[in-house]
């Protein structure tokens, strides 16, 4: 069998887990509509994935290294079938916030002993190739979800029970029984059960970038959708996430051809640009520039920044990647909820649309602040090798 047959397997699952994450993001209307507390409700619902995600990242980020990589990543796939599967049993929002917190559970499992399992199957030769495997298989995954639901609604009128739903509960059982015969490439360790994350040494640019990035897709999961139906434009709902999330997985093979400094730099120009252009778009109620802006964000959560600040994880603890890996995630996380919910919040009181341009100030000015810090350290290091004596 090919070696390439098991990676290929392995990306499978990292879409499916994901895609399941976003699945049902056209329906969240449907679900809070009884909620009657705004734009809160969507947003919590959005966050309860995060409440889900960030202790098993805390806590289980090495469990991987303790029972083995298949079992945390079978329970994965299981957890987003479940969610699923409630959603259409009992639609309402308290089976969204137990979904998104099933799903963030999953997706926490799957991420941390999936980033790792990918370069022992390409025994640890191909580093960047396992992690651009990974990016992009995440990537397509996050963004097909929630427009594979909005093209099943378009043909199949208002359900809630879409096909997308139905092309998930069918790949789940044939990839849990496909997997219980992958190889075993790595050894169990006897090592404690709960393992807290790393972060490797001089990667705070890189995590703080993710915290930036995450958090402007959040909004656009979360908070832009609200306001695309305020502008009578929901039906658009689903390609606006697809292109928030889509174009950065074109422009990874860009990113691998950068230097992961270069890449986080072109990164953390293009999240608050593409934010920008995003909020003019709704100022002029213009389809065409909400677009643009979507994918000019995309082209940086998940294309330029993602997998600089991944790989330079990986790459920084080679001994630890399952943990370094939770450790990244933390950061990318931390932005994908609380400035949502604080978004969502400021949105009940003030609109939504003031909601995004406070938002969209703050990522302005943290990004001056990181950028500014990042060129001083590196001056600074320049400075120092140039005063250095010559030693004879």
Not at 18 to 32: E, H, K
Not at 241 to 251: D, K, M, W
Request: hydrophobic fraction near 55%; include cysteine; aromatic fraction near 12%.
């Amino acid at each position: 069998m090919s070696k390439y047959v098991y990676p290929a397997l392995l990306s499978l699952v990292l879409f499916t887990v994901t895609f399941a994450v976003n699945l049902q993001t056209p329906l969240y209307g449907v679900y809070t509509a009884e909620s009657n507390i705004g734009s809160t409700a969507v947003t919590l619902a959005f966050a309860a994935y995060v409440v889900g995600i960030l202790p098993t990242l805390f806590f289980l980020g090495g469990l991987s290294d303790r029972v083995g990589r298949c079992l945390p990543i079978i329970i994965a796939l299981l957890l987003c079938v479940s969610a699923t599967i409630l959603l259409v049993i009992n639609p309402s929002w308290g089976s969204l916030f137990i979904a998104r917190l099933l799903l963030g559970v999953g997706t926490g499992l799957v991420m941390t002993s999936g980033a790792a399992y990918m370069a022992e199957l390409l025994d640890n030769s191909k580093e960047q190739f396992a992690t651009l495997l990974v990016t992009s298989a995440t990537s397509i995954g996050f963004s097909g979800g929630a427009l594979a639901t909005s093209l099943s609604l378009s043909l199949q009128g208002p359900t809630l029970m879409p096909a997308s739903f139905v092309i998930l509960f069918i790949l789940v059982p044939i990839l849990v029984v496909a997997f219980i015969n992958m190889p075993r490439v790595y050894t169990p360790k006897p090592v404690p059960l709960f393992r807290l994350p790393i972060f490797p040494n001089k990667t705070w640019v890189y995590g703080i970038s993710m915290t930036l990035a995450w958090a402007t897709t959040g909004m656009i999961i979360a908070v832009v959708p609200l306001q695309l139906k305020q502008l009578q434009l929901e039906g658009w709902t689903g390609l606006v996430i697809f292109l928030a999330i889509f174009v950065g997985f074109l422009c990874q093979p860009i990113a691998r051809k950068m230097n992961n400094k270069n890449s986080l730099a072109l990164g953390l120009i293009l999240i608050p640009v593409g934010f920008l252009i995003l909020i003019l778009g709704v100022w002029l109620k213009s389809l065409i520039l909400i677009l643009l802006g979507s994918a000019t964000t995309g082209a940086a959560s998940y294309g330029f920044t993602y997998l600089a600040a991944l790989s330079e994880f990986a790459s920084r603890a080679p001994d630890n990647r399952a943990r370094a890996t939770a450790g990244f995630f933390i950061y990318a996380y931390f932005g994908f909820s609380i400035p949502v919910i604080a978004s969502g919040a400021i949105a009940d009181i003030f609109g939504l649309l003031p909601a995004m341009i406070i938002f969209n100030a703050g990522l302005i000015i943290v990004t001056l602040i990181i950028a500014l810090i990042w060129l001083r350290k590196r001056n600074h290091a320049y400075w120092n090798l140039e005063t250095e004596p010559t030693v004879k």
